[in-house]
């Protein structure tokens, strides 16, 4: 089991940055794969980066694409998502997820808000 644990949200304005943090506790943290998922009022969930359990891959979706940067520390458990140029556009609850074997995003912490103002 792994459990996850989101901080870094907030009000900014847009232009502005914010970093994310998710800090994992339980079995095999170094061996999941990650990924921030996010999800706009009224809209679906949008999985917006993701990273390997090396740190070394990663990827975004297009919308975010120069703007955000997923990371991780695999001491500290602890894996990241600095955020850019922030637009009005991002404004979501953002969850931290990890991978179990096969099965993408298959644990979530319990979301962080980001909100940013025109």
């Known amino acids: 089991q792994v459990q996850l644990v989101e901080s870094g949200g907030g009000l900014v304005q847009a232009g502005g940055s914010l970093r994310l943090s998710c800090a994992a506790s339980?079995?095999?943290?170094?061996?999941?794969?990650m990924a921030w998922v996010r999800q706009a009022p009224g809209k679906g969930r949008e999985p917006v980066a993701s990273?390997?359990?090396?740190?070394?891959?990663?990827n975004y979706t297009d919308a975010v694409k120069g703007r955000f940067t997923i990371s991780r520390d695999n001491d500290k458990n602890t894996v990241y998502l600095q955020m850019n140029s922030l637009k009005p556009d991002d404004t979501a609850v953002y969850y931290c997820?990890?991978?179990?074997?096969?099965?993408?995003?298959?644990?979530w912490g319990q979301g962080t808000q980001v909100t940013v103002s025109s």
């Open positions: 997820t990890a991978d179990r074997g096969s099965a993408r995003y298959y644990y």
């Open positions: 339980g079995r095999t943290f170094n061996c999941n794969p």
């Open positions: 990273i390997s359990c090396s740190g070394t891959s990663t």
